[in-house]
């Protein structure tokens, strides 16, 4: 399985950025999916979740200002960001939304938020 984050880059807080992530080797559309960061210095955590029927769920910091959604025709999910701070800033992946099994995590997309 092959995991490709990408549409991360620089902007200013208050601003938006639309992430996604194309996954191939599975069937995309019977799996949960989320999408996770990592900050500097820190341990990967969940950010958001897609469950193969389109239920989500996300972490309390981005209630509101994040949103995930999938296309199963093209095997990618995208977290649509909006209203960015700086400490949205991270690397973010995408992987099987579950707490018990992973693939391989793939490079991640850079975000960061600056003035």
């Known amino acids: 399985v092959q995991l490709q984050a990408s549409g991360g880059g620089l902007v200013q807080p208050g601003g938006s950025l639309r992430l996604s992530c194309a996954a191939s080797g599975v069937i995309f559309s019977l799996k949960d999916w989320g999408w996770y960061l990592q900050a500097p210095g820190k341990q990967r955590e969940w950010v958001a979740g897609?469950?193969?029927?389109?239920?989500?769920n996300y972490r309390s910091s981005v209630k509101g200002r994040f949103t995930i959604s999938r296309d199963d025709a093209k095997n990618t999910v995208f977290l649509q960001m909006n209203n960015l701070t700086p400490e949205d800033t991270a690397v973010y992946y995408c992987?099987?939304?579950?707490?018990?099994?992973?693939?391989?995590w793939g490079q991640g997309t850079q975000v960061t938020v600056s003035s």
């Open positions: 992987n099987l939304y579950s707490t018990s099994i992973r693939y391989s």
């Open positions: 897609i469950t193969s029927g389109g239920s989500t």
